[in-house]
Structures are given as C-alpha cells and as structure tokens.
C-alpha cells in the first residue's frame, strides 16, 4: 500500500499534522483511541493552551529553535480553530486555557479535521520494521492480527517521549533517530513531582499552600502540594524541568504573605499565645506542627524579639531540600530532551540529513512549562511539518 505520507503517533502533534497534509496520508498508532494525553489532561478539560505561549516558556539545547514554528500557528491560531468548532473555553490561571465541557471535545475536532484532510487512521497498529527506499519509507504494520506492507514518500515521528509508560509511551522515536544517525539529547522526565526518603513528608499529605520554589537556574510562585511520597503541586512540576539529581530546591512557604510584620503586630496583641498557635493562623496547622520540630519553634510570641523573628521568617522563606529523586517517566507529564534540534529544519522540521524524514512534538528536544505550553508546541511542529509536506505534495 502506496501512501504519500505516514505519521507514526495518533497524538496532539500528530493529529495535527495530518489535518494540513494533503495527498494520501495514514496516521499509524499502537493505541486503541487516538489522543489519549489530550483526553486526560487538565483533569479532563485539556489545557490546550497559553495565551503567553513564547520561546522562554520551553527548554531546549537552541531556545531559539521552538520560534520559527510558534511564529507561523500561534496560540490564537488554536484558539480560532477551538472558536470554529463551537468548543466552549476559559482562562484558568496564568494564561492556561481549558475546555468548558471535556478534552475528548479537542480530540473530536482533530479528527474532523484529518477526515477533512482525507487522512486515514489506523488504531491497534504497530510498526514492526522501517526502511529507507530510494524513493522513501518502506515500514512493515501489524495490524489487528496482520502483517502489512506500506511505504511512503514523506515519514513523519510523531510518537512522542517516554513519559506516562501506562498510556502506550515507548521511547520508539529514539530508536528511529539512532537508525538514522540523527543525534539524541539525553532523555530525563519533566513536570514531574519529587520524591522524598523514608516518607519524610508523609504525615502531611494533602496539605497544601501557595509556595515560590527556587534553585540556581529559576522560580516559580504556584501552589505547592505535599504527598506520600514528597512533594508536588504546579510550583514543583515546574522546578523539576530545570532540576538535576543531588541539586537543593529552595522553598519559600511565605512569598508576598509578609509574615514578619504580622507577627510583631500580633505581638503586641496575642503576646501570650504559642507562636506555634499563632502561626497556625497563616499557614496550614499540620505544616507548622511538622516544621515546629524542622526549625524548633518554641515559646510564647511576646518573649520572641525582632531578631527572632525575622531569623525564623528567613527559615520560612529559603528552607533548603534535597529530593532523593522524582516520580520518573510513571507520572512525568513530559520528557525532557530528545531529537537534537540541530539536526532538523526549524521551519519544516525535516531533518537535514535523512529527506522526507520529520519529527515534530514531544520526541523533539524542545520541553514546555506547565500550563499548555507542551500542546502549543504540539500544534506549532504539527502545522509546521503539515503545511510543508502539502506544499511539497501539491506544489502551488
């Protein structure tokens, strides 16, 4: 079977793609549904995108790599294409756009969208072997039970990273990039949440509470959520991109609260009381408990001096962590690295050495924030890729 275009991955960037190729194109995917990280993010409202979507919202080996593409289908472009199909949305917080009703609404459209194109979709299908052809791809497909040949003009990765393993990730991009001799950057999970050992923060799970988590490359001022296993919360998913093994994460639990100058008044007050006890008032009962041992807060509040009270807000505002480690690649919303942005094109993310070979997504090296930055790439490399391919098919 003779196709002009296959896209290997049903996802967001591969669904996109095909709905901008043109000639005949199939879309390949082991999964039994297409766009199933869309259909579970944001809780099931899939944040689709951001309006402050730019080229400093994503790590990369080139950060000026991701701006070519962005340029040419910018969030406002989704957005259109979301208003066109009547879907529902609102802003969140920070720019995060979500569906009103369900993410399985982003899934329906992308595929009206390929049935436009005249893409055709293959679910329970894997490719079992790949080739390079004087005049493409050939691949070998099983298909429900069958073995199929099929080859192609134009081949596009799609599939993806290693993140989230239980939903179908592979990791088979890399395999592709190393049959071609195109260069990987090594992989690491990212958004992420930390682990800490011997259950360190385990008696307050389920607290939670505005926070600013720094370290020596950035901060974030998001919530910040403690688990049975350590921490977690937008503020820690986000440090964990910019986070290497054995590095301290600094944790301010009283950014913009000023905690300090509610204490000396409350002193003047409520002098008698615990400072534990007054303390309890700002922040979430179970945590002070766990840091009136972490810090050794002790004493009524009118025998602390101002000294001491600035010592502890200090201790508040920089208490250094060192996590063991993360959650890895099981709950890892992305992956960190991937298919060296040097070795493709920025405007049709074709690779340079391998014609008709494009990667586009999350298998690039190129790794959004929280926040629907990772689809607005996925949509950006997907058009990108799409309306090069049709130009190259349909020439105009």
């Given at each position: 079977m003779q196709f002009d275009t296959i896209i290997l991955g049903a996802g967001a960037a591969g669904m996109m793609c095909a709905s901008r190729c043109s000639g005949r194109v199939l879309v390949l995917d082991?999964?039994?549904?297409p766009g199933e990280k869309i259909r579970i993010s944001g809780g099931g409202r899939c944040n689709f995108t951001n309006m402050y979507a730019g080229a400093s919202n994503f790590l990369s080996q080139n950060p000026h790599f991701c701006k070519s593409a962005m340029a040419r289908y910018t969030q406002w472009d989704f957005v259109e294409l979301v208003d066109r199909y009547g879907?529902?949305?609102h802003e969140k917080t920070l720019g995060q756009l979500f569906c009103d009703g369900s993410a399985k609404?982003?899934?329906s459209m992308l595929l009206s969208e390929m049935d436009k194109a005249g893409a055709e979709l293959w679910l329970l299908s894997s490719m079992k072997d790949l080739r390079k052809t004087e005049?493409?791809?050939?691949?070998?497909?099983?298909?429900?039970?069958?073995?199929i040949s099929v080859t192609c003009r134009n081949l596009v990765i799609a599939s993806g990273g290693?993140?989230?393993?239980?939903m179908g990730a592979t990791g088979i991009a890399y395999d592709i990039a190393r049959q071609f001799d195109l260069p990987v950057i090594d992989t690491r999970p990212g958004l992420v949440p930390f682990t800490f050992s011997e259950d360190r923060f385990k008696p307050l799970a389920g607290v939670a509470l505005p926070a600013r988590l720094s370290n020596a490359r950035t901060s974030f001022d998001e919530a910040l959520l403690f688990t049975h296993r350590g921490l977690s919360g937008p503020s820690v998913l986000q440090i964990s991109s910019y986070w290497h093994e054995g590095e301290t994460v600094s944790v301010n639990l009283i950014p913009e609260m000023g905690l300090f100058e509610k204490l000396r008044e409350q002193r003047q007050i409520s002098g008698r009381k615990d400072l534990v006890t007054v303390l309890a008032h700002h922040l979430p009962g179970r945590l002070v408990d766990h840091l009136r041992v972490e810090f050794d807060i002790k004493g009524k509040l009118a025998d602390q001096s101002d000294l001491k009270l600035q010592a502890l807000c200090d201790q508040m505002s920089s208490w250094a962590l060192i996590p063991s480690g993360t959650e890895g690649y099981r709950t890892a919303e992305v992956t960190l690295g991937g298919i060296d942005t040097n070795a493709l094109s920025s405007k049709t993310m074709e690779t340079k050495t391998v014609p008709g070979l494009f990667v586009i997504g999350e298998a690039v090296d190129v790794t959004g924030w929280l926040g629907g930055f990772n689809f607005q790439w996925a949509w950006a490399s997907g058009h990108a890729a799409g309306t090069a391919i049709a130009k190259q098919v349909h020439p105009e």
């Open positions: 082991h999964a039994k549904a879907i529902d949305w609404q982003i899934v005049g493409g791809f050939a691949l070998e497909v099983d298909r429900e039970g069958k073995r290693k993140s989230i393993p239980k």
